[in-house]
């Protein structure tokens, strides 16, 4: 689905942004093409002025007839041009009538009104530029020049132009191709993360409800077909139930906080919270809980406030994470140790423990989703092994990041860092 998504994006990328290339490739070759027949027709008016002021110089001496052929080229009263590109120069009076000509022969009346024409030798074998010029003699017209110049050279000019886009103009569009496949991919990864978490809270979901659905309909089916008046056991059926739907009430509640907080908590809903104190009132409450009454929970906390910008219920829902697995793995008679500190510009919570620890093949995976090292304690233990993939969540929601030391039968530490606030940092500073 992505990828045809992608492929459509990049076809729509490429055909908008092509259809500009190619509009922008023709807008160009027109003024090149342009550019291109003005500078031959500066050359060609240029060279026909001259003729134009011989021809004049000619006729002001009282000569009856001119030698167009040889006043531009070889006449001795004029310095030599390099007219050897003129195809064709023709005079006539002021009445249009032919006079005289050297190269084509034309028609005996001028046929054209003036100005410059592209035209076809006779042939069709080459283009011609035209000029038609006006003769004026003290104001008073005395007749017409018309010269023609052959256009290879501007042809050649443009074939050479023509070849340059012909190149660059397809190697342009794979560019653009390959540009709107990769920025079709960019745009699509929001999507695809957002589809893929989807997906994975769906299996997930779908995979530890599972279970318990079934257990839940089972125990009903047999309490509701059974015949049984003994009101114990379908007080211990009823009671199974309840507990089954309440495991599955928390399931749902940790799969909707994992779906709920994704990626970096708004700045509206970050305030300073001062980690001591958050982390002195966990270590009250905590040690008072029957799972903290087989072990030995020391806090060591500064003296002085460490600030933090974030959300401090949420935090406060990822050291307890911390400290539930930490006491659940740790056996009668062990310790359990909170420490907060500073490092630069960072808070540092750690959470150590002598407890049972965890095998150097499972440390790159405990923080995965419903992964567990000892799924038969786990599942003793009434985890669903989403604790510690909450607590990352937590944790990175907050621009911060969590790790994990381990050693098996050595215990673990835990260590969470977090940004101090910028109050804190400048009162440092």
């Known amino acids: 689905m992505f990828n045809r998504s992608r492929r459509n994006l990049a076809s729509w990328f490429t055909l908008a942004m092509g259809s500009i290339l190619i509009i922008f490739a023709a807008v160009v070759y027109y003024l090149e093409v342009i550019d291109q027949l003005e500078e031959l027709d500066r050359l060609l008016y240029k060279k026909t002025i001259v003729m134009a002021a011989n021809v004049k110089s000619e006729l002001y001496k009282g000569e009856q007839q001119v030698d167009l052929e040889h006043v531009p080229l070889l006449g001795s009263r004029v310095q030599p041009l390099p007219d050897s590109q003129l195809v064709y120069a023709r005079w006539y009076d002021e009445k249009k009538q032919l006079v005289q000509f050297f190269g084509v022969a034309p028609h005996d009346r001028l046929s054209v009104p003036g100005g410059f024409d592209t035209i076809k030798t006779a042939d069709k074998q080459i283009w011609l530029r035209q000029v038609t010029l006006p003769v004026y003699q003290d104001n008073l017209l005395i007749g017409y020049l018309q010269v023609a110049m052959p256009m290879t050279s501007t042809e050649n000019a443009l074939a050479s132009f023509r070849l340059i886009l012909a190149i660059s103009v397809p190697i342009t569009l794979s560019v653009i191709a390959l540009t709107g496949w990769w920025l079709g991919g960019v745009a699509m990864q929001p999507i695809r993360h957002s589809y893929e978490h989807l997906q994975r809270f769906t299996a997930d979901a779908s995979h530890e409800l599972r279970s318990p659905l079934s257990a839940m309909i089972s125990n009903a089916q047999y309490g509701l077909l059974s015949r049984s008046d003994d009101p114990v056991a379908q007080r211990q059926r ?25 990626g970096r908590l708004p700045n509206e809903s970050l305030q300073e919270v001062d980690l001591t104190g958050l982390l002195k009132q966990i270590t009250d409450e905590y040690g008072t809980q029957p799972e903290a009454q087989h072990i030995s929970l020391i806090s060591k906390l500064p003296t002085s406030s460490v600030d933090v910008l974030g959300d401090k219920l949420l935090l406060h829902q990822a050291v307890v994470n911390l400290l539930s697995n930490a006491c659940k793995y740790t056996p009668c008679g062990g310790q359990v140790q909170l420490q907060l500190h500073t490092q630069s510009r960072w808070a540092v919570i750690q959470v150590t423990d002598n407890g049972i620890g965890i095998p150097k093949a499972d440390l790159p995976y405990i923080f995965e989703r419903f992964y567990r090292v000892d799924k038969k304690r786990s599942r003793k233990t009434g985890g669903f092994g989403l ?5 990352q969540q937590i944790i990175q929601s907050h621009s911060g990041e969590i790790s994990v030391k381990s050693s098996v039968g050595k215990g673990s530490t835990f260590q969470i860092i977090l940004p101090l606030a910028a109050k804190r940092l400048g009162m440092k500073c």
Do not use: D, H, P, W
Not at 387 to 391: D, F, K, M, N, V
């Open 238 to 262: 009823f009671q199974k139930i309840f507990e089954i739907a309440k495991s599955m009430s928390s399931l749902v509640n940790n799969l909707l906080f994992l779906a709920r907080y994704q």
């Open 387 to 391: 604790g510690l993939a909450i607590t």
